[in-house]
């Protein structure tokens, strides 16, 4: 459920932008949600579906997910979240708040919970067309 | 293009009358205790309040209110859990007994996330416990929080208070609105901070002296209203009529 805060979040952030470039009817918002946050996208999608006013409403909403990417500070180790390695609660830690990741993951070679989100922290608006 | 979170933040924070975050220039000064206690102290004068500790790395109002086996309610976003009278949220519910080392950039979008997906709906006073100094957190919550008003806690130190100095200089000159001052730890009859703070037309709101009796409160709220400490800020607020 944590999905909906996100999801008004994008149709108030996607509603702001649309005002300010004068766009009347939103087509199409291009997102990106990055996989350490876990973000369920059937309930996102129809979060969206539920919380579009009515610049939305013939809007194609595309979400793209991304691997999450981390790198160590220390080491400079490059490697992949993967959600399947954590307990429920870490991982529903992690998808409420992602830099608790922090707390509960070291680099897989070194140790060291000082390593950088390279990519695929959580959710993104990359874009919003539609008619001026 | 954006990060959708950002234009979320005014929305989450509609329903609440006074943002009032607890700061100082130095650690140790007691900003959780007072933070957490004047929390405390407002919603038993019957004000709804929210409390959120903001300081990630080193969050502290669980141990002072004695707050155990409360979590989050997940209904559209995160509702914080009702403790002592009043809504409490931090990342201690999420990092547990754990320590979080979090750079500048990863406190920001905790920040940014919780600011977000909180909702406290209505409120007469959220109460922000700060970290401290003029990291991160303050900047962000001066960046994202436009009507935040700020408690500087100071103590009678000169090192205490020559950050706090700058603080305030730093505060004025961003047109930020200082609510006030309080003087703890007090421990010998000096007006000094008071003239300090009077001098940049900046209330100041009391002093507190150095109580024996906190450290063996601390957990139990009841305790701490009862001990000196308490029973000068409940007059503090009281005063200033809150």
């Given at each position: 459920m944590h999905e909906w805060a996100l999801a008004e979040a994008v149709i108030s952030t996607a509603s702001q932008i649309a005002e300010k470039e004068g766009?009347?009817?939103?087509?199409e918002v291009k997102i990106k949600i990055g996989e350490?946050?876990?973000?369920e996208l059937d309930i996102l999608e129809f979060a969206l579906s539920q919380l579009k006013t009515s610049k939305f409403k013939n809007a194609k909403f595309n979400i793209e997910t991304t691997g999450a990417e981390l790198k160590c500070r220390i080491c400079e180790n490059k490697w992949m979240f993967n959600?399947?390695?954590?307990?429920k609660d870490t991982a529903e830690a992690i998808h409420f708040i992602p830099e608790i990741a922090h707390t509960?993951?070291?680099?897989?070679?070194?140790?060291?919970?000082?390593?950088?989100?390279?990519?695929?922290r959580g959710i993104w608006l990359e874009s919003i067309r539609g008619e001026k | 293009m954006a990060d959708p979170r950002i234009g979320i933040i005014e929305e989450r924070l509609k329903g609440v009358s006074n943002v009032i975050a607890v700061s100082?220039?130095?650690?140790?000064?007691?900003k959780s205790l007072i933070a957490s206690l004047l929390a405390v102290i407002l919603a038993r004068k019957g004000y709804k309040v929210g409390l959120f500790d903001?300081?990630?790395?080193s969050p502290s109002i669980h141990v002072i209110l004695g707050v155990e086996n409360v979590y989050p309610e997940e209904q559209y976003g995160i509702i914080p859990p009702q403790v002592h009278g009043l809504k409490y949220m931090s990342i201690v519910y999420y990092s547990?007994?754990?320590?979080?080392?979090?750079r500048g950039v990863d406190i920001s979008n905790a920040l940014i996330e919780l600011l977000a997906i909180t909702r406290w709906n209505t409120l007469d006073f959220l109460i922000i416990d700060m970290p401290p100094g003029i990291g991160d957190a303050m900047l962000d919550i001066i960046r994202f929080v436009k009507r935040i008003e700020i408690l500087i806690v100071t103590t009678p130190s000169q090192l205490a208070f020559e950050t706090v100095r700058k603080l305030i200089n730093l505060l004025s000159e961003l047109k930020i609105s200082i609510i006030g001052v309080i003087e703890n730890m007090k421990m010998k009859e000096s007006q000094l901070i008071q003239q300090q703070t009077e001098g940049r037309n900046?209330?100041?709101?009391g002093e507190i002296h150095f109580d024996t009796m906190l450290e063996e409160a601390i957990g139990n709220v009841d305790k701490l209203l009862n001990i000196e400490f308490g029973k000068k800020l409940e007059k503090i607020v009281k005063d200033l009529k809150l």
């Open positions: 766009i009347k009817e939103v087509t350490l946050q876990q973000i959600k399947e390695k954590l307990d509960h993951i070291k680099c897989p070679k070194c140790g060291s919970p000082d390593f950088e989100i390279l990519k695929g | 100082s220039g130095k650690g140790g000064v007691g903001l300081d990630f790395t547990g007994k754990h320590a979080s080392p979090l900046i209330t100041f709101w």
